[in-house]
């Protein structure tokens, strides 16, 4: 057993663990954040994408001993006082979701690849880099739709702002 | 319509939930003092168990127990079931073999569960499943359905010789089609394959049993697209327990596309485990457990004949089907090649005599059932690629052939049972062929050739049957239930709905359209209406969600309720303000005398109902009503994809240049979901075109396409952005005219991406998945 710390979602957490425990497990069976999935064990399906430090990363395939001292922020702590994030906005907008499995992970991933382009995306990149993210209901037409159209709201916002 | 009512474009109320990680799936119940099972599965595809030790398991750190199969045949637990009867050309009833839940003298696929062990956490679990010894004698295997059916080869079950459950015909006699494709100008034959495919739900499949043991009672969280059928099974068939102690809940389903419609062995197991260990007993399903024991879909080998007059009109189609059945027989498995699929190979298209033999046959290897579509998609991708390679060796344009041939006056009976209600082919072809610009292809294939590419096209017009019934027509060919569907419709005293409904909802967005069907109704805003699903607690008696069965049948027994409770509150409103009951119009949210300017809200009106203070005389109080709706046919959804593709010869990769879908899905309530469900289907028929398929090592039985780093999932760069229309007729058998949507994508797409890439590439002889390796294989046997 080791002791791990670290701040999800804003909160210092910490715990012992097994050193083969996985952070996705630290995530949905000890803090009972549930919104997390896993759906391949292999690092291929992306339900399991978290953000630590501000990027994102599979759970399933990180030791929580590996994110001790870390900031990871899950689909739980995306929204922000009942707003919901422009990506989670627009997934809804778009009918990106249809049985919301894959959808927490899809929106994690999403959010980290227009922080990466900001407004330089489009649909031939967002395919691209949704490679490592599977969903079986929407054939991703609408996933692709709601990606692009979140890029263009957030890229909108920031030149408002700036 | 309103603007949330039919037709209305309503974002879905179910969203906000699972984008907030607030969904609430199976693995995700947590109940105290909750442990966990791992199974131990059996490593060889066929063999005896001559022992099984556990006493090193059983004293691993955590383990609570370690149980196997004949402690569960010695606690009465029945046999898995399925649950369609299908007798052969002779009379004889299917040849079911024993499926236990878990093995105790013979595994026969690898995965077969031959113990379970129960312990304090997950980890500790699966280490002590490992160290669970079993004795295996080994046996040889065959994985593949033709080979099994061959003399001297291994036999699965005593029951089944010749490892054939059956062999049964459907339509016109053999004599009389044979004879009509002996007088044909032209025959076109084939040979068809339909690949093995893996659901591949995104959640994997997971079950929590609780026991108490104070009540004798148990409860059951289950990854199920059907409760109550579950229920019903393991009540009846596996003697689980009385279903007034079986309560079975399926809470938000990641996911399910036929897979989760089966009572498998592990919810079984848990529940038994439950009262043996004293303790509540979660197992989820990791990705390889779900490649291994999940229900597969398809994996069909067909020969086909199809006959054509001097005219080009098809005069007789004969077809003789194998299917692999895998090892044990599934709920339903029985039905999907038989009533689900050759019952469906009258296309689009007037065929006078059809002759289709199925034998279905055990294999050593996980079973096979319903999958997205469960033998539409094989009776299409049959059809359609004979119509397509008909057309080439006729030397007549592939739309041309199809229109000769289409049904053109409704309703039309084939020789293989269907009637079909209402369509217009023509509609949807010509729709599809405008959006593809079809008329255009030459001068692209021409410019794709300049830049050294093969560019071709291929089109694919099917039908489907949806909302399988009437219950006593299913129950004359066999099926074990009725396939009706219930509703009630509850309003509160404040005037907000609840609607209860035996459909499940695992992605369809059904808390949205069923109360857009509200909405619409009495004029109420949608948020003040909520679907209750998926608990039978909650729900008494439903069917389940299958078969694009929840638009066309489960909605159509909440518009049955809707209809009661909309007549007893217009009698209510006609009491309070002292109207006729026949002038009373329910409208946004209140009762109106026609015609004046009286008026009572809603929830007035509901109000009234509990209140009970001055209702019509010998009125009973309360505001609720329920409502059973079997259907009185199928329904026919219908239409035409096309796709076009651009082949790189050099390396066999094949781009999907445009995908085109013109459906005719009848009356729509929510057209964004509908065309998402499209969306959805056609990935899948494009992952089972040209990239997926269940690989078996056929000397070994292992299985070789385990994990999403072996098995091609379809993923965002392998597919387009979909054209997606509907030409849509009403069906004119169910209250709302809608005929479905859930299926059509996987039904219609392979065969139209197949033409296409075998029109790119001038060769006919090319069997899904199309991967690179054999369409670069196939171009160069072509030059």
Known sequence: MTKVSMTVNGRQVSGDVEDRTLLVHFIRDRLGLTGTHVGCDTSQCGACVVHMDGKAIKSCSTLAVQAAGSSITTIEGLAKDGELHPVQAAFKANHGLQCGFCTPGMVMAAVDMINRHGGNLDEATVRENLEGNICRCTGYHNIVKAILAAAAEMSAGRQAAE | MGVEGIGARVARKEDKRFLTGKGRYTDDMVVPGMKYAAFVRSPHAHARIRGIDSS???????????LNGKQMLDDGIGNLICGWMIHSKDGSPMKMGAWRPIAHDTVRYVGDAVAVVVADSVGEARDAAEAVVVDYEELPAVTDAVMALEPARPQLHPEAAGNLIYDWALGTGEAETDAAI??????????IVNNRLAPNAMEPRAALGVYDAADDHYTCYTTSQNPHVARLVMSAFYNVAPENKLRVIAPDVGGGFGSKIFIYPEEIVCL???KRTGVPVKWT????????????????????????DADNRITALKVDTIANFGAYMSLFSSAVPTYLYATLLSGQYDIPAIHANVRAVYTNTAPVDAYRGAGRPEATFLLERTMETAARELGISPAELRRKNFIRSFPHQTPVIMNYDAGDYEASLEAAMREADWAGFGARKAEAERRGKKRGIGMSCYIEACGIAPSAAVGSLGAGVGLWESAEVRVNAVGTIEVLTGSHSHGQGHETTFAQLVADRFGVPIDSVSIVHGDTDKVQMGMGTYGSRSGAVGMSAIVKALDKVEAKAKKIAAHLMEADEGDIVIENGEAKVAGTDKTVPWFQVALAAYTAHNLPAGMEPGLKEGAFYDPSNFTFPAGCYICEVEVDPETGKTGIVQFVAADDFGNIINPMIVEGQVHGGIAQGIGQALLEGVHYDPQ???????????????????????????????CPNNPLGIKGCGEAGAIGSPPALINAITDAIGNNDLTMPATPQKVWAAVNAAQ
């Open chain 2, 56 to 66: 090193a398991a059983e004293g691993m750190p955590g383990v609570i127990g370690v």
């Open chain 2, 182 to 191: 002996a007088a044909a100008a032209h025959v076109t034959e084939m040979t």
């Open chain 2, 272 to 274: 038994w485990a439950s």
């Open chain 2, 285 to 308: 399903s990791d990705r390889t457990e779900a490649f291994l024991t999940d229900a597969h879909g398809r994996d069909h080998h067909s020969t086909v004949k199809m006959a054509f």
């Open chain 2, 700 to 730: 070994t039985g292992q299985l070789l396409t385990a994990s999403y780093m072996d098995y091609a999932m379809p993923r965002a760069h392998d597919l387009p952005s979909f054209k997606v229309s509907h030409q849509n007729t009403p």
